[in-house]
Nanobody
């Protein structure tokens, strides 16, 4: 059974940084597109960033460009989301999603349970 597992969330002041990680058993990230989504209370789940397995090409939502970086470590079978210059509006549960592409959550096959990120003002 494939199960991505996120870690690295927490409480951080505005302007701070966090690095989220996503690991998965039964899934090799080097041959699977992987993405991060987030969901704030009362809002729909939204796309944050994705990395393509073929060429490690990346894509980001506009509001995180220049602040967030998605990357992967094939040796550790882990995908990272480095988040810098965090803002209170980045507060959400962050989810790792695998085997899909695009900014629609319905297009991804496997999901983690999420990790909470809270940015204080």
């Amino acid at each position: 059974q494939v199960q991505p597992v996120e870690s690295g969330g927490g409480l951080v002041p505005a302007g701070g940084s966090l690095r989220l990680s996503c690991a998965a058993s039964g899934l090799t990230f080097s041959v699977s597109n992987t993405a991060w989504f987030r969901q704030a209370p009362g809002k729909e789940r939204e796309f944050v960033a994705a990395i393509r397995w073929t060429d490690s090409g990346t894509t980001y939502r506009d509001s995180v460009k220049g602040r967030f970086t998605i990357s992967r470590d094939n040796a550790k079978n882990t995908v990272w989301l480095q988040m810098n210059s965090l803002k209170p509006e980045d507060t959400a549960v962050y989810y790792c999603a695998a085997r899909g592409w695009g900014n629609n959550p319905n297009d991804f096959e496997f999901w983690g349970q999420g990790t909470q990120v809270t940015v204080s003002s």
